[in-house]
């Protein structure tokens, strides 16, 4: 592991000698020796390969160097005087900084709702949304907290999982041609697929569909968002499959968008899950994904009921 250079009681020492102006001072401020505190400060600007300290003048003053280490230092020890009065408390109901990954859909269509939901339980917090495959690498890593995926990673066993949403894929055409178009096959025989690219969790979940259909249909479009898929079906330019949380983040567009079933012998559906290492966030993750699904049922499922009555029965959260 890299060294720093300094540890908290070096700090300690500089910074009660930079506000003193004397050694003598520091050291019973801090019940230190004399000889301590200025050994001390010599192993400090040794490590850090810096003058700190004017020693030639009385009291001492700082360099340009050591007012930026002040400040700096200053700056560690209040953070370190809080993380020790909260580890002293054990009071834990608030992260200091909460990361969580989701899919667009989902931050796009629920973003503000779900927003509030996680400042309540963090003093800072940072969203961010992109392809699931990152999503899920980001949790591995450490560098998100929680993942609102379709990318559940079940192989992985020290994961927590909450489910959030389950929803069917829905055939989406053009409403110009709702009249002559009724499934799947009379969509594939009147015109182009408008594909979700292979490189997305999406794209690639469709493509695996429709091969157990046995359906090899040429690559026509491939764009990569759902903005850009929907916009195209809406302008006639061929069909497409995707989530009525994917229609509830571009608007449900019901004047140039028409929805339909797909084949009933091949269930298709996606699966939201809230994911987040074990432990660590103690029941943060179980209340976030409560509140996820409450908004969820209030927010989303309505409107999609309303719009599309035939998937009552197939649609819910959790």
């Known amino acids: 592991m890299k060294g720093f250079g300094f540890d908290l009681r070096s700090l300690e020492v500089f910074v009660a000698t930079a506000q003193s102006g004397n050694m003598t001072m520091a050291a019973t401020q801090l019940g230190l020796t004399q000889s301590s505190v200025s050994q001390t400060l010599s192993a400090l600007e040794q490590n850090l390969k810096v003058m700190l300290l004017d020693r030639s003048v009385r009291p001492v003053e700082l360099t340009v160097a050591g007012r930026y ?14 993380t020790h009065g909260v580890m002293t408390k054990g009071s834990f109901q608030k992260l200091h900084l909460l990361r969580v990954a989701m899919v667009d859909s989902l931050a796009t269509s629920l973003g503000q709702p779900l927003v509030e939901v996680i400042k309540r339980h ?3 917090w940072c969203i961010s949304t992109g392809r699931s495959h990152m999503h899920a690498q980001a949790l591995l890593s450490r560098n998100v907290d929680i993942i609102i995926s379709d990318d ?6 020290h994961l927590s999982r909450h489910r959030i949403l389950r929803e069917p894929f829905v055939l989406v055409i053009p409403s110009q041609f ?4 009724q499934n799947l096959h009379q969509a594939i025989s009147q015109l ?17 569909y429709l091969r157990r259909l046995d359906l090899n249909i040429p690559i026509r479009m491939q764009l990569d968002n759902t903005f ?3 916009s195209s079906v809406a302008a006639g330019l061929g069909w497409t499959i995707t989530t ?16 339909l079933p797909l084949p009933r012998d091949e269930p ?3 699966n939201l899950t809230l994911v987040s290492r074990h432990y660590e966030l103690g029941n943060l993750p179980q209340i976030l994904a409560q509140d996820s699904r409450q908004i969820i049922s209030e927010r989303f499922l309505p409107q999609i009921r309303d719009a599309l009555p035939w998937l009552d029965k197939e649609l819910y959260a959790g």
């Open 69 to 82: 280490f002040y400040d700096q230092s200053c700056h560690l020890l209040a953070e370190a005087e809080k």
């Open 122 to 124: 963090s003093e800072n």
């Open 152 to 157: 559940a990673l079940d192989n992985n066993e």
């Open 178 to 181: 709702a009249h002559q178009i």
């Open 192 to 208: 182009d697929f408008v594909r979700y690219t292979a490189d997305s969790l999406i794209g690639a979940t469709i493509e695996r």
């Open 228 to 230: 850009a898929v929907l």
């Open 244 to 259: 009525p949380l994917c229609l509830f983040q571009c608007g449900l567009t019901r004047e140039k968008l028409t929805c």
């Open 268 to 270: 298709f559906f996606r």
